[in-house]
């Protein structure tokens, strides 16, 4: 027997009621992340919850040509660039009728994630995974994986590729 795809469709008319009001959706700017956004929007538009596209803003560092000296964008730049840059998403990308606010945090995603869905009383986390495997995972490590294991609430992986 197959397996039969479809795309997500969440009703409100359904009898099984789902808790989820605020809904968070990590964004790198990658094509892959923007695959958990496709999802988290018509799951929140059906459950009348609200968006919180949130990317997480490293400072970085780049050579200036000098061996024993390395400059680093300004903080405040990124994270000025990063707000732009998510604003210009939401507007784009999430339909009038759903409500969605943007967070550009400082830090590493698989700490500014968990962190933010607990400051902010997140529901539900919307994710993507890179699909790293082997020794590639092992080395990088799987943001997705560490978020599942600190998250305050339940999280929605969307697998890439697929």
């Not at 995603?109 to 790293?132: F, S, W």
């Amino acid at each position: 027997m197959g397996k039969i795809k479809t795309k997500p469709h969440f009703s409100r008319n359904t009898s099984l009621h789902l808790p989820w009001r605020r809904i968070l959706v990590p964004i790198d700017f990658s094509e892959n992340s923007l695959r958990a956004l496709d999802v988290a929007v018509p799951l929140a538009r059906d459950c009348g919850a609200n968006l919180l596209l949130v990317s997480a803003v490293e400072p970085a560092s780049y050579a200036a040509g000098l061996e024993t000296m390395l400059l680093t964008t300004p903080g405040a730049t990124l994270l000025r660039n990063t707000k732009a840059a998510l604003l210009k998403l939401a507007r784009r990308s999430v339909p009038s009728g759903v409500s969605a606010n943007i967070l550009a945090a400082r830090g590493r995603a698989h700490d500014v994630i968990p962190r933010v869905a607990k400051q902010k009383h997140i529901d539900l986390i919307v994710l993507t995974t890179h699909g790293r495997t082997g020794l590639e995972r092992v080395l990088l490590g799987s943001t997705a994986e560490r978020v599942v294991r600190h998250a305050p609430c339940p999280v929605f992986v969307v697998r890439s590729g697929s």
